[in-house]
């Protein structure tokens, strides 16, 4: 009797991966149809020049291969308000089919959660496709500064280029002047941080608040000769390339401040990610999770990457999602602190 049973079970569970196995087949058959002979552009909330540019120029070269039905992939740039246009763009304007994929400013999500109202849009409603890499930033100044630590920054203004208001460009000094009572003053308005370095460049201003990678890729000769100085690290630890320069976390004075340093500055954990839009079919999400996470596997993409002076320090579309969920995840307490003091538009 046991023996018919089990015979019995197996029967079914082969009737059961039969029945299953068309369906998977139709959905990959379904999904390759979809994107055959499709344009998909990747929406990069910032200008031509920078890191988020330059990535996703990467990714547009590559992930079309993997995608199936292998569309044409193009970056579009559209900057403004610190990648917020390309935000809300994504989430109310942007077809909800798979067929647009985006990529914003790392402290976009944690601005609309504390509520920019230039914010139209839910991160946590996205469809997160991957994370190609942290991006810790630093605050530099010129060699020629008379500031020579972050110390010094307390009693003497320190003048910085920046562009928008949303930006971690300008949202780490002007959170630094909140929490840590740095003197930064922030110059608004440059197109992009390799505008913004050149203007530090000519003497315009002291220095300039960026991404690591984007400072090495645009302009390593200014490490390697010091040409500039770097002040802080913004990350949740230090870069091993910089292990003698604090982090802004570290710094901070009293366990509510650290706390909301951590926060804020956890962002970089953020980094260089993709998503699509809300209202997906599944499937297309699922094709282009693994689209990424095959591409991010391809010797020549992580080449192409390091080239441009970046790297491939990845998280998969699932840890993603996980992890923007967790900003809805603080508590109301210190959400509230937050609030009070990161600049976000009322």
């Known amino acids: 009797m046991a023996r018919l049973q089990n015979k019995e079970s197996m029967l079914a569970v082969t009737l059961v991966l039969a029945t299953a196995m068309p369906s998977i087949a139709a959905n990959a058959q379904d999904v390759s149809a979809f994107y055959a002979g499709k344009t998909v552009p990747l929406i990069v909330g910032f200008p031509t020049g920078g890191g988020s540019d330059l990535f996703g120029r990467a990714v547009v070269r590559h992930i079309g291969t993997y995608i199936p039905g292998s569309p044409r992939v193009i970056l579009q740039n559209m900057p403004g308000a610190g990648s917020i246009i390309a935000a809300n763009y994504m989430f109310n304007t942007a077809p909800k089919d798979g067929t647009v994929l985006g990529g914003i400013s790392q402290g976009a999500p944690l601005g609309a959660k504390l509520g920019n109202a230039q914010s139209q849009f839910d991160p946590a409603k996205f469809n997160w496709i991957g994370r190609l890499a942290p991006t810790p930033a630093v605050t530099m100044v010129r060699s020629d500064s008379k500031v020579d630590s972050i110390e010094q920054t307390l009693s003497r203004e320190v ?21 840590l009572q740095t003197k930064f003053k922030i110059i608004l308005g440059y197109k992009g941080s390799a505008e913004a370095m050149l203007a530090m460049d000519r003497g315009e201003v002291e220095g300039h608040s960026t991404s690591w990678v984007l400072v090495n890729s645009i302009h390593p000769d200014w490490i390697q000769t010091g040409k500039v100085r770097i002040l802080v690290q913004h990350g949740l630890s ?7 320069v604090p982090t802004s976390v570290e710094i901070a004075k009293g366990d509510d401040n650290r706390a909301i340093m951590h926060a804020i500055m956890a962002s970089s954990e953020i980094g260089h990610s993709y998503f699509t839009t809300p209202d997906v079919p599944t499937e297309r999400v699922a094709a282009l999770r693994k689209a990424f996470d095959d591409m991010i596997s391809e010797p020549q993409f992580v080449s192409d990457v390091v080239r441009t002076g970046g790297e491939v320090r990845p998280l998969t579309g699932e840890a993603m999602q996980k992890l923007i969920g967790e900003l809805d995840a603080m508590s109301p307490a210190l959400l509230e602190r937050i609030k009070e003091i990161y600049p976000v538009s009322e």
């Not at 003048?159 to 909140?178: C, D, I, Q, R, Y």
């Open 159 to 179: 003048t910085l280029s920046a562009t928008g208001a949303g930006s971690t460009v300008s949202l780490f000094p002007a959170v630094m002047n909140k929490v």
């Open 238 to 244: 230090r870069m091993p390339e910089l292990p003698n």
